[in-house]
């Protein structure tokens, strides 16, 4: 027995050991930015705080990047809802009321979601500049609306399968109609699956970049763009910067934190059924 | 299934209503702009008009009383969203491959595939991309697994404080690529001297110096390698994740037999467990692999446009919006998408194919 102990010490090391790597560049973001500013120092990097903790780091970093996490937030939320009521429908379509040829579509729709949007990206910012939606939020939500269609569908219509045949036949027979049985049948039983696709799109288009830095002009930046920028201007402290970074990751990280089962849900449902 | 239509005159009257509403808003948008907060939404109303209009035309489909229709009908305004911004910006994007367009504006003279001859075999960045989306396609996804892996089979030995360790192994894929490009590009920091800073000042701390490293500052081709730490560091969780999945939907029956014939826990990992987690292997590849073939952000947080760690999608970026090369842009971006799909589509047949036999 004393063996099989031993074996299970070495295992919580390497699992301690690996914990610290995965924490590693969120301690230096929150430690630095935790510092008084007289304190921040390269050479001291690693190096706690000597006196006392102040949040002027982050107070700094949110200055920068304010009118940018407003912008992802006023982007975000609509993307998510909309994105979440057109996937659950299609999913429903695509599960439920099959037709000759819905698997073909349905495989056609979730290529989508694997292209490279480089192939796409020049005849989109020429279609988005001639309809005047280029530039700005509405398009940017726009567009990821449109590219959202797979991922949504996909983790919808997986989740509407597992919704047994037999009620949405039995309720075919008692007469029901297609709205009516995802009204009073498919919709409340929806709240975990639109959990998963909300939370999933929501962080999906916080945490986009390519459309964000293409489609949209620089009072408009998404947060990732804005710290993107921000990290390239040599104006900014790198203290500064840790702060802001760490403002930038949190909507997504708390979402995580919070609801992580969901977002775990969401992450498994992209890999298909294997 | 019969084949009916009822009139309804509730429903009748609704549909012309919408129908109405919806060329109404149509005509008058088509003659105005439409500012709300000093937002162009013009576009976004006729799109809601249209749908407004296209609601009239379903409730109509409804009466048919034929739900195959309805279901088509319903599903026609994705359909067409897809079709056009997938598949047709795909062929627009080959047709402009196809062109000399370099400059502003469009230039739709045909040059056959000179473009991709000129990438493939006159351009040394080019290359230099191919050599690089290789070498961190092969240290990504070779390291996400194993390391996945070896965190699932770690993670399925039951130990105490099993969950948060699982959350703390996947929470940096909740993060963005652009943030911890930059944070990593700290820690990774390739400074010497008294400007030692980053992972190399934590390693000089501890008295692990022979740890210290130059980093993605490395010359090539092996600087490219190091940015492959970040990725793994984001993403070995998402194999974990579907590691401990599959070890955890083999029967607890299985390894009890393997146990009874007198196979240890390792064969029984090695012999037993591992094999029937090729399928799991084969989908993070798929997945994993798609995503190194893309990777751009990452790079772009990390790398600045360093030219030592271009990839294609950068490659794409800044010869079409900085050189206005749009006829090289777009070449970039179809090879991109031809490898991925080469990658991806046996794939999906595969699994739409399995799927259909259930």
């Known amino acids: ?274 | 299934m019969t084949r009916s239509f009822s009139l309804r005159m509730p429903q009748l009257i609704l549909a012309i209503l919408l129908i109405l509403a919806g060329i109404l808003s149509i005509r008058f948008l088509s003659g105005t702009e439409l500012e709300i907060a000093g937002k162009n939404l013009t576009s976004i109303a006729l799109l809601i008009s249209g749908l407004v209009f296209y609601s009239g035309v379903l409730v109509i489909v409804a009466m048919f009383e034929d739900e195959t229709i309805l279901s088509m009908a319903l599903l026609f305004p994705s359909i067409v969203a897809v079709a056009i911004f997938v598949y047709g910006f795909i062929g627009w994007s080959i047709r402009v491959s196809l062109s000399k367009w370099k400059g502003l504006n469009p230039d739709y003279t045909w040059v056959g595939l000179k473009q991709y001859t000129d990438l493939i075999f006159h351009d040394q960045r080019f290359l230099i991309d191919v050599r690089n989306t290789a070498v961190f396609t092969v240290g990504f996804i070779l390291g996400c697994l194993i390391l996945g892996l070896g965190l699932a089979i770690l993670l399925d030995q039951k130990l105490k404080g099993e969950s948060l360790f699982r959350s703390i192994f996947l929470f940096p894929m909740s993060i963005s690529f652009i943030a911890s490009g930059v944070v990593w590009a700290w820690l990774m920091n390739p400074a010497t001297g008294s400007r030692t800073t980053g992972l190399n000042l934590l390693f000089q701390n501890l008295g692990l110096d022979f740890l210290i490293s130059t980093w993605h500052a490395t010359p090539p081709p092996w600087g490219m390698a190091y940015t492959v730490i970040p990725a793994v560091w984001q993403l070995s969780g998402f194999a974990m994740a579907l590691y401990l999945g599959g070890i955890r939907s083999i029967s607890e029956e299985i390894r009890e037999a393997a146990r009874v014939d007198g196979a240890s826990e390792l064969e029984i990992y090695r012999y037993v467990i591992l094999p029937m987690l090729s399928p799991v292997t084969l989908s993070a590849v798929i997945i994993l692999g798609h995503m190194s073939l893309k990777i751009f952000d990452l790079i772009v947080a990390l790398g600045r446009k360093d030219q030592r760690l271009d990839v294609p999608g950068i490659y794409m970026w800044t010869t079409t919006f900085d050189g206005t090369n749009y006829a090289q842009g777009a070449a970039i971006g179809i090879l991109m998408l031809i490898s991925v799909a080469i990658l991806v589509v046996p794939y999906l047949i595969t699994s739409m194919r399995a799927e259909a036999e259930l």
């Open chain 1, 1 to 274: 027995m004393t063996r099989r102990r031993a074996i299970r010490s070495v295992f919580y090391i390497v699992l301690l050991a690996l914990a610290v790597f995965y924490l590693l560049p969120v301690y230096l973001m929150v430690l630095t930015g935790l510092k008084p500013f007289n304190e921040v120092d390269l050479k001291t990097m690693w190096d706690l705080p000597t006196s006392g903790l102040r949040i002027e780091n982050f107070i700094a970093g949110y200055r920068q990047l304010a009118p940018n996490l407003r912008n992802s937030l006023a982007m975000v939320i609509p993307e998510a809802l909309l994105s979440s009521l057109l996937g659950s429908f299609n999913g429903y379509l695509l599960s439920k009321w099959k037709f000759r040829g819905s698997n073909v579509i349905f495989a056609l729709i979730l290529f989508g979601m694997f292209i490279p949007y480089q192939s796409i990206l020049i005849p989109l910012v020429k279609f988005m500049q001639t309809i005047n939606l280029y530039g700005d939020l509405p398009g940017l939500i726009l567009v990821h609306i449109i590219y959202g269609i797979p991922i949504t569908t996909l983790i919808f219509r997986n989740y509407y399968a597992g919704i047994g045949t037999e009620i949405v036949e039995a309720a075919r027979i008692d007469g029901g109609s297609l709205f009516g049985i995802y009204h009073h049948i498919i919709l409340p039983l929806s709240a975990p699956s639109f959990a998963v696709v909300i939370i999933w799109q929501f962080t999906q288009a916080w945490n986009e970049f390519l459309f964000a830095v293409i489609l949209t002009n620089q009072s408009n930046w998404p947060v990732t763009v804005a710290l993107n920028n921000l990290a390239g201007s040599q104006l900014v402290q790198w203290n500064v910067l840790m702060a802001a970074t760490f403002l930038a990751a949190l909507p997504t990280l708390l979402v995580y934190i919070f609801l992580g089962r969901f977002f775990l849900r969401g992450l498994m449902a992209g890999a298909l059924k294997g």
